[in-house]
T-cell receptor
Framework: GAVVSQHPSWVICKSGTSVKIECRSL??????MFWYRQFPKQSLMLMAT?????????EQGVEKDKFLINHASLTLSTLTVTSAHPEDSSFYIC????????????FGPGTRLTVL | EDQVTQSPEALRLQEGESSSLNCSYT??????LFWYRQDPGKGPEFLFT???AGEEKEKERLKATLTKKESFLHITAPKPEDSATYLC????????????FGQGTILTVHP
């Protein structure tokens, strides 16, 4: 099966700092990747769509200047949480559809961000 | 706007007690309905994609079915290791692959 990795798996940072989270598709290419956020005991909420070679598109209510997304290659997308605050503490998960098919979408293991 | 509602919110079963989870949806031009399993602190694990009403798919003790308004995830003779949150998601014709998730059903199987 297809594998998507995320790094780091967890991170603790101080308020005001920036944190970068990587999402990689290990055995397939993905021109599109999706970033989700999940609060405790809640479902996944889509934050943004990462597009290789072009700007990310953000869901309504998500601050694009706070959550910077870069899709550097067909296997790597990064999410940077800038000037993090405690309310940004959450579980961040990426997903990647296999190239050319939205019908197969594979999720990474998630990154637990805690902002002190 | 695509919407997904899952029920029940939580389900407790005894080992071997079969049951079903429900996923009701509204979507403009269903392209795919997904079922995922999520363990605590982990990302969702892909189970099934269903595309059209009447379609069924099976994997071990799980069987997913689809109608025009809802999907069921049937669990036959569950084991404690089946305990997890089961998520249903849809994507429609105008969403370019973006999934809309339900709230999930937390399944607990007691030995």
């Amino acid at each position: 099966g297809a594998v998507v990795s995320q790094h780091p798996s967890w991170v603790i940072c101080k308020s005001g700092t920036s944190v970068k989270i990587e999402c990689r598709s290990l055995d397939f290419q993905a021109t599109t990747m999706f970033w989700y956020r999940q609060f405790p005991k809640q479902s996944l909420m889509l934050m943004a769509t990462s597009n290789e070679g072009s700007k990310a598109t953000y869901e309504q209510g998500v601050e694009k200047d706070k959550f910077l997304i870069n899709h550097a290659s067909l296997t790597l997308s990064t999410l940077t949480v800038t000037s993090a605050h405690p309310e940004d503490s959450s579980f961040y998960i990426c997903s990647a559809p296999r190239l050319g098919s939205y019908n197969e979408q594979f999720f990474g293991p998630g990154t637990r961000l805690t902002v002190l | 706007e695509d919407q997904v509602t899952q029920s029940p919110e939580a389900l407790r079963l005894q080992e071997g007690e079969s049951s079903s989870l429900n996923c009701s949806y509204t979507v403009s031009g269903l392209r795919g309905l997904f079922w995922y399993r999520q363990d605590p602190g982990k990302g969702p694990e892909f189970l099934f994609t269903l595309y059209s009403a009447g379609e069924e798919k099976e994997k071990e003790r799980l069987k997913a079915t689809l109608t025009k308004k809802e999907s069921f995830l049937h669990i036959t003779a569950p084991k404690p290791e089946d305990s997890a949150t089961y998520l249903c998601a849809v994507y429609g014709g105008t969403s370019y692959g973006k999934l809309t998730f339900g709230q999930g059903t937390i399944l607990t199987v007691h030995p």
